[in-house]
């Protein structure tokens, strides 16, 4: 059965800091890889994606995830946090034609001051 | 462009009490979806309508029925509300060339007293 792992339910992070999100999938087909962000009582916003080739991508607000086949994992990154980075991110994925986006269960990032 | 709007925002039903949630793209997408969001399980995708005229079961589509109305509209009813179907519910879309690219909407915060 295809799965998607977010091992970290929650991560604080200094403002200026660095921030790593991790993904991991388990998916017998070549996946669709998306990172999603939510603001709190807000809608799910599409930060990036990865459908093929380069496996670095860049996304909005200065985030980017690397696609690795090797350890089927798909991991955010962003330099510097900003206070407004503060949300909770979904690692999602999707394979085959079966219309079903697999969501992880999130990570929530808290960026103190 | 709106994007995908739905509404209500918020509403609170009483066990057994019926409703409907309206959902409207006007990104000109063939494909729609409602999910549920839950504390710590991401968002699961309950029906989704590959194209106008269709609609299909996703992982958990008990008590929830679904209506393709056109192409822009996709309602999603509870014909008899419990307490276990209190949650966040999102809409979204996505063009047929790239299924798995959803877009969503603000979401409808859902109590069942």
């Known amino acids: 059965a295809q799965s998607v792992t977010q091992p970290d339910i929650h991560i604080t992070v200094s403002e200026g800091a660095s921030l790593e999100l991790r993904c991991n999938y388990s998916?017998?087909?070549?996946?669709?890889l998306f990172w999603y962000v939510q603001s709190p009582g807000q809608g799910l916003q599409l930060l990036l994606k990865y459908f093929s080739g380069d496996t670095l991508v860049q996304g909005i607000k200065g985030f980017e995830a690397e696609f690795k086949r090797s350890q089927s994992s798909f991991n955010l990154r962003k330099p510097s946090v900003h206070w407004s980075d503060a949300a909770e991110y979904f690692c999602a994925v999707g394979a085959g034609i079966d219309y079903k986006l697999s969501f992880g269960a999130g990570t929530t990032v808290t960026v103190r001051a | 462009n709106a994007g995908v709007t739905q509404t209500p925002k918020f509403q609170v039903l009483k066990t057994g009490q019926s409703m409907t949630l309206q959902c409207a793209q006007d990104m000109n997408h063939n494909s729609m979806y409602w999910y549920r969001q839950d504390p710590g399980m991401g968002l699961r995708l309950i029906y989704y309508s590959a194209s106008e005229g269709t609609t299909d079961k996703g992982e958990v589509p008990n008590g929830y029925n679904v209506s393709r109305l056109n192409k822009r509209e996709f309602s999603l009813r509870l014909e008899s509300a419990a307490p276990s179907q209190t949650s966040v519910y999102f809409c979204?879309?996505?063009?047929?060339?790239?299924?798995?690219?959803?877009?969503f909407g603000p979401g409808t915060r859902l109590t069942v007293t």
């Open positions: 998916y017998g087909a070549t996946p669709y």
């Open positions: 979204a879309s996505s063009d047929s060339e790239m299924i798995y690219e959803q877009y």
